[in-house]
């Protein structure tokens, strides 16, 4: 959520962002309303006046004795006034609110403006694999070892969910625990295992409330929404509380399986495990300090690449226009993945940098060690990484001339 003066201060910045990333929100009636909640506060506080002035005046006409009835029905009208007069700023206070909930954040530094066709894709990192043979794609590979039985998965869920087998199932499991120990041991992540259910409040935190609801997985009875991706979680862990300044930057590793309503909706990549409705993700998440978060951005990304690196999988860093990021995104970077047998690159991780976007929804805030100021910190996250993509990537890429697939030499020891 961006802050009101901020809005007021770069209106047109806010209008265009809100444009880009085509947000029907009328931008412009934030300073209608923070102009009317000035008003309100002027007439409150000539009521306020007035009325301790009768309460004064009330009080020493009784010490002297003196008919007090026609102070009395004067206070009584300001209370009236004053009642009527608090009602009407809360509910201005509330429209402001329930407006700024529906206005995208700006794009940060370096972000091209335009749609997807304004991304910027980087060289490509790895090698492209040569094939002395046509390759296949995923899921015919997955039929053919028995790994990938699509059929079954949706017999038992319908279309759009997964059903890995023997080997295919080892490979998820084996994938998710390197990651886990990568980001552990190496790069000083703490890790998370929080709930896959959490409530209204935790998902407006985060930003996919209200907005994207109807996307979500919710449990109507209790009023609780299945996790689009970790990072809804792990980022509330610290919402409400006041962190100190030496704490930053917090590190969070967490994996989670992950719900999306939305998978498949327009049509494309319905065929295999590229987009389904519920998939196995491992999820970096930052909580920095403002003046050091695209830094942190940079060191998440790295982070994230080089598990890709060491699958030896050809990828590419994407870094996406203004109109193609997140309702709550200021820069986000995308990793894609080169997958032969398609010819197609698959994004396996977005890293973000929501600035205090996020932390203003959820409350978290740190205590400046010069000043002793309370600020919002700002909030980062990155898929590393995100499943089933790199399967497809891994099967992909390591298909051989016999139908089968070679292991990478980094998941050797997690699969014997």
């Known amino acids: 959520m961006l802050d009101p003066k901020f809005i007021c201060d770069n209106l047109a910045r806010v209008k265009q962002a809100a444009a880009l990333k085509n947000c029907d929100v009328n931008v412009e009636e934030v300073i209608r309303l923070r102009e009317q909640r000035r008003a309100a506060q002027t007439r409150l506080d000539a009521l ?5 002035q009768n309460s004064k005046a009330f009080a020493q006409a009784k010490r002297e004795g003196r008919d007090v009835a026609a102070l009395r029905q004067e206070g009584d009208a300001l209370g009236e006034r004053l009642k009527a007069a608090e009602e009407a700023a809360r509910a201005g206070d509330e429209q402001l609110e329930k407006l700024l909930h529906w206005i995208p954040n700006v794009p940060g530094p370096g972000v091209p403006l335009g749609g997807a066709e304004a991304n910027v894709a980087g060289p490509v990192q790895g090698r492209l694999r040569a094939f002395s043979f046509k390759p296949k794609p995923h899921w015919e590979i997955g039929a053919d070892l028995g790994i990938l039985d699509l059929e079954r998965a949706a017999k038992i869920s319908g279309a759009g969910f997964p059903l890995y087998v023997g080997l295919g199932a080892r490979l998820e499991r084996a994938l998710i625990s390197w990651f886990l120990d990568v980001h552990t041991r190496e790069q000083g992540y703490t890790e998370l295992l929080p709930g896959f ?10 930003g996919q409330l209200p907005k994207l609801e109807n996307d979500m997985y919710r449990c109507e009875v209790d009023d609780l929404f ?35 309503r939305e998978a498949g909706s327009a049509g494309q990549d319905t065929r295999g495990i590229t987009r ?5 993700k491992v999820e970096l998440v930052k909580l920095a300090h403002p003046d050091r978060s695209y830094e942190e951005l940079e060191t998440l990304r790295a982070d994230a690449e080089i598990l890709l690196a060491r699958l030896d999988l050809p990828y590419r860093v994407v870094t996406l226009a203004a109109g193609d990021m997140s309702f709550a995104a200021s820069k986000c970077y995308d ?21 205090d976007f996020q932390a203003r929804r959820a409350n978290i805030r740190f205590r400046s060690a ?6 919002f910190v700002h909030t980062l996250n990155g898929s590393a990484l995100a499943l089933p993509r790199v399967v497809i990537g891994i099967i992909a890429n390591y298909q051989q001339a016999d139908g089968s697939v070679a292991v990478p030499e980094a998941l050797r020891p997690y699969l014997d």
């Open 335 to 355: 990793l894609e993945v080169h997958a032969p047998g398609v010819d197609r690159w698959l994004e396996v991780s977005s890293c973000s940098n929501f600035e």
């Open 370 to 375: 010069t000043d002793k100021k309370l600020r």
């Open 197 to 206: 259910l959490v409530t209204r409040q935790t998902m407006f935190g985060t």
């Open 48 to 52: 306020n006046q007035e009325k301790n």
């Open 276 to 280: 389904v409705h519920q998939f196995n």
């Open 226 to 260: 299945l996790i689009p991706t970790a990072e809804v979680p792990v980022t509330n862990v610290h919402a409400g509380e006041r962190l100190e300044e030496s704490q930053l930057p917090v590190k969070y590793c967490a994996w989670t399986p992950c719900f999306r």
